[in-house]
């Protein structure tokens, strides 16, 4: 018998988010101008849970651990309202500022004092946890507090079914989805889609309202990290996002949305990609530069500022630039500084203008993700990134690969894809991925060679993997990148150093992050932003072979099914009609796409094909293998038209290098009219008709 601890987050209703939340000098968001709301992924963690008591026949207890102010105990009880045994508050001043380790490891903390208070010790329960939390959508937390407590990391389930005394749990995987069993407890799940609302019971209502919940303060826990000091990511800045790139234009009928495609096909131009992919600017390490005291490449304006200030000061008093001062000729100069810098500051520039390597030393490797004998698209992506950092660090580019088998076809496309070294870890128990046997063998190849920088895919793989070994490296990690740059940071002594820019609030806010208190700068970086280099077949490179010890103890779960997609596909096509759930049916699919593909093929001379929701495929509109999307296939044509598709981040992800977005939607508020280019606003049924028309009177020169 199981029992269960569910992790819950008060978190800022972003919905409500509006203009005048910003501040406008700063660009930050004013926290205190939104009400706070339990994280929508955490209610449905909950519902999962208290299924999972349910099946065992009602028993075991679920309690709930949230970690924030003392006002959170809000959410707590709510879910006491909602079937929950006990609620658990930790709380402390000390444990503000923190990052995702820093959250982490307190939690674990508390997680075992739960284990030893209510559980009797008994090592049989789960912590269920929505994947993220939307005011940090890292969706590290979890898997970092499986880390911490040696636990089976589960994560996207989507649904659990309880056989012969067991769970078993379906989990969403690259471009597909698969059942597992676990073979270890406890165990940590991330819940991502789990549609079952829970209704607060009357009687449960009235207990919650007068019960007794527990605290937990730092003195309780005794956790290792906390804070600021045990974080190892700092922000740099928050900012308000660019507004897309997109037009954003409604049309007002069919024959003009079919006008506007056939112009938007024949022109160069169209519009540009609305996500981040701003040119990698240019950065030379210190020791290629003609003056030591040349800083154009400071993150800070006031590092830059200061230093050549400082810079000019030397030269007007005589002051030698290229050694150590004595303490005499410091205090002198802090003196002519009139104190615009504190003795410490003097002191950080000093130190760094001495630096000429980068902080950060090693090779800029990439994690690899690969099916069937093909690396993924994410993989070439990022190396393509890769590329850049390492020229500007002066460093080669290394790609890790996991797995089975004959690696080496694989391992001489990513060389002629840009890596100067590929490591390859092979090992029967690396066949499949098991985050607890995968996570031990990215461990040990980052603490044996010490990269100054590990890029994972933000896939589903790589959002699971990139945490755990962060935790167990004892290194930073920053989530679901769409930027990078190289930077100084004089005032920090740090040189060479890596900034990773990512969207936070479902998008509405910006952060620039650089890691700290860590040998390897890791990050995971969306799929679809960054552009691959052109194949070069006659690139050469090295093949490393590093040996893992593994054994049946290193494997946690069994896979009991997969389900994924074949390439069947042809997603070069330079023009996709996409089909989401607002086309309701197969039928209706198969009957709107089609006579819209045969209609745009027939007017353009192209080939054109279809596509589909990840929400049209669960609904069997279309097989797997048409899926476009974050877990799904990221596609590029010139034209792409969404059909009854409301435009769901992990939708949009996979199309945004796609040169002009069509949408059709009957919601007048669907988000994919603020994320295309021209869009009609009404019913699929009535207006691709319609288009068909159109199309075929143009053709017809009518
Ligand atoms: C980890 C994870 C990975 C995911 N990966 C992907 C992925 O790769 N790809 C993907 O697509 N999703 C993915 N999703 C799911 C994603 O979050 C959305 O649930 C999904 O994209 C929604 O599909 P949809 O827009 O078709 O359906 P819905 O969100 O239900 O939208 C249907 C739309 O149809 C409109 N509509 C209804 N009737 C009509 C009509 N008659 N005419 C016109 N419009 C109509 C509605 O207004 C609505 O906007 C993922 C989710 C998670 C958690």
């Given at each position: 018998m199981s029992n269960f601890i569910v992790l819950v987050k008060q978190v800022p209703d972003v919905k409500k988010i509006s203009d005048n939340c910003f501040n406008p000098e700063t660009g930050t968001l004013i926290r205190s101008k939104l009400p706070s709301v339990l994280n929508d992924l955490d209610g449905q963690a909950l519902s999962m849970a208290a299924q999972m008591k349910r099946l065992q026949g009602g028993k075991g207890m679920l309690v709930l651990l949230t970690m924030g102010p003392p006002m959170a105990d809000e959410v707590l009880r709510y879910g006491l309202k909602r079937g929950a045994d006990a609620g658990v508050l930790l709380t402390d001043k000390a444990f503000g500022g923190a990052d995702t380790v820093a959250t982490?490891?307190?939690?674990?903390?508390?997680?075992?004092?739960?284990?030893?208070d209510y559980f009797d010790d008994s090592p049989d329960y789960y912590i269920v946890c929505g994947m993220q939390s939307v005011d940090g959508d890292t969706a590290q937390v979890?898997?970092?507090?499986?880390?911490?407590?040696?636990?089976?990391?589960?994560?996207?389930?989507?649904?659990?079914?309880?056989?012969?005394?067991?769970?078993?749990?379906?989990?969403?995987?690259?471009?597909?989805?698969?059942?597992?069993?676990?073979?270890?407890?406890?165990?940590?799940?991330?819940?991502?889609?789990?549609?079952?609302?829970?209704?607060?019971?009357?009687?449960?209502?009235?207990r919650a309202v007068k019960a007794t919940l527990t605290k937990f303060g730092k003195d309780d826990v005794k956790a290792t990290l906390i804070g600021l000091d045990g974080s190892k990511t700092s922000v740099f800045k928050v900012f308000q996002p660019d507004k897309s790139a997109r037009k954003c234009i409604p049309l007002s009928s069919a024959k003009e949305m079919?006008?506007?495609?056939?112009?938007?096909?024949?022109?160069?131009?169209?519009?540009?990609?609305?996500?981040?992919?701003?040119?990698?600017?240019?950065?030379?390490?210190?020791?290629?530069?003609?003056?030591?005291?040349?800083?154009?490449?400071?993150?800070?304006?006031?590092?830059?500022?200061?230093?050549?200030f400082l810079h000019d000061l030397l030269v007007e008093m005589g002051l030698p630039l290229e050694r150590e001062l004595s303490a005499q000729e410091k205090a002198a100069l802090w003196e002519k500084a009139n104190k615009r810098f504190s003795k410490n500051s003097l002191e950080d520039i000093f130190a760094a203008v001495r630096i000429t390597g980068a902080s950060f030393p090693g090779e800029i490797w990439v994690m690899a993700e690969h099916d069937r004998g093909v690396v993924h698209a994410a993989t070439f992506e990022l190396l393509g990134k890769a590329c850049e950092l390492a020229e500007a660090l002066n460093a080669p580019t290394g790609v890790l690969m996991l797995g089975?088998?004959?690696?080496?076809?694989?391992?001489?496309?990513?060389?002629?894809?840009?890596?100067?070294?590929?490591?390859?870890?092979?090992?029967?128990?690396?066949?499949?991925?098991?985050?607890?046997?995968?996570?031990?063998?990215?461990?040990?190849?980052?603490?044996?060679?010490?990269?100054?920088i590990l890029l994972f895919g933000a896939t589903a793989q790589g959002r699971t993997l990139a945490p755990l070994v962060s935790y167990?490296?004892?290194?930073?990690?920053t989530a679901d990148c769409t930027g990078?740059?190289?930077?100084?940071?004089?005032?920090?002594?740090?040189?060479?150093?890596?900034?990773?820019?990512?969207?936070?609030?479902?998008?509405?806010?910006m952060a620039t992050i650089f890691t700290k208190n860590s040998t390897t700068q890791m990050a995971t970086a969306r799929p679809g932003v960054f552009k691959r280099r052109v194949f070069d077949p006659s690139r050469t490179g090295e093949i490393v072979n590093i040996s893992v010890e593994l054994s049946d103890a290193d494997i946690s779960w069994k896979v009991l099914r997969t389900e994924v997609a074949g390439n069947t596909a042809n997603f070069h096509a330079e023009v996709i009609v996409s089909g989401g759930k607002g086309v309701r049916n197969t039928p209706n699919y198969n009957e709107l796409t089609g006579s819209l593909i045969k209609a745009l093929s027939n007017t353009l001379g192209v080939s054109v094909e279809k596509g589909a929701s990840r929400a049209a495929v669960e609904h069997g509109f279309v097989e797997r293998a048409y899926q476009v999307g974050q877990t799904g296939t990221a596609v590029s044509p010139k034209i792409y038209l969404a059909l009854g598709i409301s435009g769901a981040i992990q939708h949009m992800i996979g199309i945004a290098n796609t040169k002009t977005i069509f949408a059709i939607n009957i919601?007048?508020?669907?988000?994919?009219?603020?994320?295309?280019?021209?869009?009609?606003?009404?019913?699929?049924?009535?207006?691709?008709?319609?288009?068909?028309?159109?199309?075929?009177?143009?053709?017809?020169?009518?």
């Amino acid at each position: 018998m199981s029992n269960f601890i569910v992790l819950v987050k008060q978190v800022p209703d972003v919905k409500k988010i509006s203009d005048n939340c910003f501040n406008p000098e700063t660009g930050t968001l004013i926290r205190s101008k939104l009400p706070s709301v339990l994280n929508d992924l955490d209610g449905q963690a909950l519902s999962m849970a208290a299924q999972m008591k349910r099946l065992q026949g009602g028993k075991g207890m679920l309690v709930l651990l949230t970690m924030g102010p003392p006002m959170a105990d809000e959410v707590l009880r709510y879910g006491l309202k909602r079937g929950a045994d006990a609620g658990v508050l930790l709380t402390d001043k000390a444990f503000g500022g923190a990052d995702t380790v820093a959250t982490a490891n307190p939690l674990a903390e508390a997680v075992r004092k739960i284990v030893r208070d209510y559980f009797d010790d008994s090592p049989d329960y789960y912590i269920v946890c929505g994947m993220q939390s939307v005011d940090g959508d890292t969706a590290q937390v979890p898997p970092q507090i499986a880390e911490e407590l040696g636990a089976t990391c589960i994560t996207y389930v989507t649904q659990v079914e309880y056989a012969d005394g067991q769970f078993e749990f379906t989990r969403i995987v690259s471009g597909g989805s698969q059942v597992i069993a676990p073979v270890k407890i406890p165990a940590v799940l991330t819940v991502a889609k789990y549609d079952t609302p829970l209704f607060p019971s009357f009687a449960a209502s009235r207990r919650a309202v007068k019960a007794t919940l527990t605290k937990f303060g730092k003195d309780d826990v005794k956790a290792t990290l906390i804070g600021l000091d045990g974080s190892k990511t700092s922000v740099f800045k928050v900012f308000q996002p660019d507004k897309s790139a997109r037009k954003c234009i409604p049309l007002s009928s069919a024959k003009e949305m079919a006008e506007k495609i056939v112009e938007c096909f024949k022109s160069e131009g169209a519009s540009a990609p609305n996500i981040d992919q701003k040119t990698f600017t240019a950065y030379t390490l210190p020791s290629n530069r003609k003056n030591p005291w040349d800083r154009t490449y400071e993150a800070n304006q006031r590092d830059s500022e200061s230093v050549s200030f400082l810079h000019d000061l030397l030269v007007e008093m005589g002051l030698p630039l290229e050694r150590e001062l004595s303490a005499q000729e410091k205090a002198a100069l802090w003196e002519k500084a009139n104190k615009r810098f504190s003795k410490n500051s003097l002191e950080d520039i000093f130190a760094a203008v001495r630096i000429t390597g980068a902080s950060f030393p090693g090779e800029i490797w990439v994690m690899a993700e690969h099916d069937r004998g093909v690396v993924h698209a994410a993989t070439f992506e990022l190396l393509g990134k890769a590329c850049e950092l390492a020229e500007a660090l002066n460093a080669p580019t290394g790609v890790l690969m996991l797995g089975n088998g004959a690696m080496g076809p694989m391992a001489k496309e990513l060389i002629a894809g840009g890596a100067d070294k590929v490591y390859l870890v092979g090992h029967p128990l690396l066949e499949q991925f098991d985050p607890f046997a995968w996570r031990k063998a990215v461990a040990g190849a980052v603490v044996k060679f010490k990269p100054a920088i590990l890029l994972f895919g933000a896939t589903a793989q790589g959002r699971t993997l990139a945490p755990l070994v962060s935790y167990r490296t004892g290194n930073g990690l920053t989530a679901d990148c769409t930027g990078f740059d190289i930077h100084d940071f004089s005032s920090r002594r740090k040189v060479g150093l890596l900034f990773q820019t990512r969207p936070a609030l479902g998008g509405n806010i910006m952060a620039t992050i650089f890691t700290k208190n860590s040998t390897t700068q890791m990050a995971t970086a969306r799929p679809g932003v960054f552009k691959r280099r052109v194949f070069d077949p006659s690139r050469t490179g090295e093949i490393v072979n590093i040996s893992v010890e593994l054994s049946d103890a290193d494997i946690s779960w069994k896979v009991l099914r997969t389900e994924v997609a074949g390439n069947t596909a042809n997603f070069h096509a330079e023009v996709i009609v996409s089909g989401g759930k607002g086309v309701r049916n197969t039928p209706n699919y198969n009957e709107l796409t089609g006579s819209l593909i045969k209609a745009l093929s027939n007017t353009l001379g192209v080939s054109v094909e279809k596509g589909a929701s990840r929400a049209a495929v669960e609904h069997g509109f279309v097989e797997r293998a048409y899926q476009v999307g974050q877990t799904g296939t990221a596609v590029s044509p010139k034209i792409y038209l969404a059909l009854g598709i409301s435009g769901a981040i992990q939708h949009m992800i996979g199309i945004a290098n796609t040169k002009t977005i069509f949408a059709i939607n009957i919601d007048p508020a669907a988000p994919i009219f603020k994320q295309c280019d021209y869009y009609l606003v009404g019913n699929v049924d009535e207006f691709v008709p319609e288009i068909v028309k159109a199309l075929e009177d143009f053709k017809r020169g009518k």
